[in-house]
């Protein structure tokens, strides 16, 4: 397939979500595949609702996420010109109307209609009339351009999803397409944009999937190509009902304030809907080359929470030290608003605000970067990777929660206190010497090495689980580490 083009169009109402984030990785990964290009469109002609935050956050979003556009973003309102032009044209060609009738008389037949049980389609007497019928005067101005929608036959929408779905034709209304304020309607505008910006596949939510047969009698009204439309299923909560907040249902930035990274997050979304096989971890590249509209599910798929984490862990493993030390940074930095709308506990946003000072220390960084091969192995996303270097982030003294408390209480301060100057003493600072005088202490004492090291990773790391004890000596070097047992062993 050459000239591939396909395009994202967001309206700019609200955040970027989850599943307008899936159509654009769709419409994204199918443009690269083809070497073809991948297009934004900002849909902003509902000027009471749009926003320039909401266009700046999909922008943010779409660059967080690595979903790189061609080109300059469009804006929809921009072109309301060209859009009222197409429906002059279709006036002029016969495909559409003016209809002179006003709303009390539309109001008037739908309620005639419902009270009889008939459908509320509005049959504008306006349809076959001529110059000669219109009002003279002002009123003459004084009406709206109506598509002239097809009354006998079927109109058809081959999807590459859903496959060929018919439509009665009488059950798709003479739509109006330009207001008798000369503004024209987003059914119009979207058709007009996606000719003149050449796109050739509409991938989108099936939620527009009427809008297509109306979309398409337009297109043929025009004498256009209709391009190929594959409308994915919505994605729907773990319990197949509605994505709700709780399940998921949030702005993309929420994802990253929730410490998920965007390579994890495009092998998650990729899955939501779409398969390769029974693949479920993937990188970006396979990805691109993978990605076809013939491998998009016609179920609903369901967002699992979990299954991202998982995902996501695997992502974090296959990264390397440096993009995740950033990563950390780039949550540490988020604000504490997005951090609250996003689904975190009180405790997890405390830890990734306390974390932002130190990551921008040099000798705190490269500590991180040393104990990095070990740190992600054990954590699934970037917060649990923060609470997780907490050892490392947290400065002297530091307060131990509350298993590590109990883990220091009773006579562990004492056995620290005897342990400390053969620490002290060890040669070199290394995990195989360290591991040995430990042992060595333990023995000497009569104990499991457990009974040792749990104490001793309490006191280091204020937490009842870290990296190995040994790792951590390590990366805190002999000073902190001796410094931090005598916090506890009072020395
Ligand atoms: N602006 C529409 C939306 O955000 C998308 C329109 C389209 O993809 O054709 O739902």
């Given at each position: 397939?050459?000239?591939?083009?396909?395009?994202?169009?967001?309206?700019?109402?609200?955040?970027?979500?989850?599943?307008?984030?899936?159509?654009?990785?769709?419409?994204?990964?199918?443009?690269?595949?083809?070497?073809?290009?991948?297009?934004?469109?900002?849909?902003?002609?509902?000027?009471?609702?749009?926003?320039?935050?909401?266009?700046?956050?999909?922008?943010?979003?779409?660059?967080?996420?690595?979903?790189?556009?061609?080109?300059?973003?469009?804006?929809?309102?921009?072109?309301?010109?060209?859009?009222?032009?197409?429906?002059?044209?279709?006036?002029?060609?016969?495909?559409?109307?003016?209809?002179?009738?006003?709303?009390?008389?539309?109001?008037?037949?739908?309620?005639?209609?419902?009270?009889?049980?008939?459908?509320?389609?509005?049959?504008?007497?306006?349809?076959?009339?001529?110059?000669?019928?219109?009002?003279?005067?002002?009123?003459?101005?004084?009406?709206?351009?109506?598509?002239?929608a097809?009354?006998?036959?079927?109109v058809?929408?081959?999807?590459?999803?859903?496959?060929?779905?018919?439509w009665?034709a009488?059950k798709l209304d003479?739509l109006?397409?330009?207001?008798?304020?000369?503004?024209?309607?987003?059914?119009?505008?979207?058709?007009?944009?996606?000719?003149?910006?050449?796109?050739?596949?509409?991938?989108?939510?099936?939620?527009?999937?009427?809008?297509?047969a109306r979309?398409?009698l337009?297109?043929?009204?025009?004498?256009?190509?209709?391009?190929?439309?594959?409308?994915?299923?919505?994605?729907?909560?773990?319990?197949?009902?509605?994505?709700?907040?709780?399940?998921?249902?949030?702005?993309?930035?929420?994802?990253?304030?929730?410490?998920?990274?965007?390579?994890?997050?495009?092998?998650?979304?990729?899955?939501?809907?779409?398969?390769?096989?029974?693949?479920?971890?993937?990188?970006?590249?396979?990805?691109?080359?993978?990605?076809?509209?013939?491998?998009?599910?016609?179920?609903?798929?369901?967002?699992?929470?979990?299954?991202?984490?998982?995902?996501?862990?695997?992502?974090?493993?296959?990264?390397?030290?440096?993009?995740?030390?950033?990563?950390?940074?780039?949550?540490?930095?988020?604000?504490?608003?997005?951090?609250?709308?996003?689904?975190?506990?009180?405790?997890?946003?405390?830890?990734?605000?306390?974390?932002?000072?130190?990551?921008?220390?040099?000798?705190?960084?490269?500590?991180?970067?040393?104990?990095?091969?070990?740190?992600?192995?054990?954590?699934?996303?970037?917060?649990?990777?923060?609470?997780?270097?907490?050892?490392?982030?947290?400065?002297?003294?530091?307060?131990?929660?509350?298993?590590?408390?109990?883990?220091?209480?009773?006579?562990?301060?004492?056995?620290?206190?005897?342990?400390?100057?053969?620490?002290?003493?060890?040669?070199?600072?290394?995990?195989?010497?360290?591991?040995?005088?430990?042992?060595?202490?333990?023995?000497?004492?009569?104990?499991?090495?457990?009974?040792?090291?749990?104490?001793?990773?309490?006191?280091?790391?204020?937490?009842?689980?870290?990296?190995?004890?040994?790792?951590?000596?390590?990366?805190?070097?002999?000073?902190?580490?001796?410094?931090?047992?005598?916090?506890?062993?009072?020395?």
């Open positions: 397939m050459t000239d591939v083009v396909t395009r994202f169009a967001p309206s700019p109402t609200g955040f970027l979500h989850i599943g307008g984030a899936r159509t654009a990785l769709f419409n994204w990964a199918f443009a690269r595949h083809h070497g073809g290009r991948f297009l934004l469109r900002i849909e902003d002609t509902d000027s009471a609702r749009s926003t320039p935050e909401a266009t700046a956050a999909i922008h943010e979003g779409m660059r967080w996420l690595g979903l790189d556009h061609d080109g300059e973003a469009i804006s929809q309102a921009s072109r309301a010109a060209r859009h009222a032009d197409v429906a002059h044209v279709m006036l002029e060609n016969g495909t559409a109307y003016r209809c002179y009738a006003s709303k009390a008389e539309i109001d008037a037949y739908r309620e005639q209609a419902k009270a009889e049980g008939r459908p509320p389609m509005f049959p504008s007497p306006w349809r076959d009339k001529g110059p000669a019928d219109w009002p003279e005067g002002a009123a003459r101005d004084g009406y709206v351009i109506r598509l002239k097809p009354r006998e036959g079927e058809t929408v081959e999807d590459a999803v859903q496959g060929t779905v018919t009665k009488g003479d109006i397409l330009l207001r008798s304020d000369g503004t024209p309607v987003y059914m119009l505008a979207v058709v007009v944009d996606d000719h003149d910006m050449g796109v050739t596949h509409v991938i989108r939510g099936d939620d527009h999937l009427t809008n297509a979309q398409s337009i297109y043929r009204a025009m004498g256009w190509d209709v391009p190929v439309f594959a409308h994915i299923p919505l994605i729907h909560g773990p319990d197949g009902a509605k994505l709700s907040k709780r399940h998921g249902a949030l702005g993309v930035e929420a994802y990253r304030a929730m410490g998920y990274l965007p390579a994890g997050m495009r092998n998650y979304l990729a899955r939501l809907g779409w398969a390769h096989g029974d693949d479920e971890l993937f990188s970006t590249q396979q990805l691109v080359d993978w990605f076809g509209l013939e491998a998009i599910g016609k179920s609903a798929a369901r967002f699992d929470f979990q299954k991202l984490a998982a995902v996501n862990g695997h992502h974090m493993r296959e990264a390397d030290d440096a993009t995740l030390l950033a990563a950390m940074a780039d949550v540490a930095a988020q604000d504490k608003a997005v951090l609250e709308a996003a689904d975190l506990s009180k405790e997890q946003i405390n830890a990734i605000t306390a974390a932002r000072a130190p990551l921008a220390e040099e000798a705190r960084r490269a500590m991180l970067l040393a104990a990095m091969p070990g740190l992600k192995e054990r954590a699934k996303t970037l917060v649990e990777l923060i609470e997780l270097a907490h050892y490392i982030l947290a400065n002297r003294p530091l307060v131990p929660d509350a298993k590590a408390a109990k883990n220091l209480s009773g006579d562990a301060a004492v056995l620290i206190g005897r342990l400390t100057p053969q620490l002290r003493n060890a040669s070199p600072w290394d995990g195989t010497t360290l591991e040995a005088v430990v042992r060595d202490f333990a023995e000497a004492e009569g104990l499991k090495l457990g009974k040792v090291a749990q104490p001793l990773r309490a006191a280091l790391t204020a937490r009842a689980i870290s990296p190995g004890v040994f790792d951590v000596m390590q990366t805190l070097g002999r000073d902190e580490t001796i410094a931090r047992l005598g916090d506890v062993a009072g020395d």
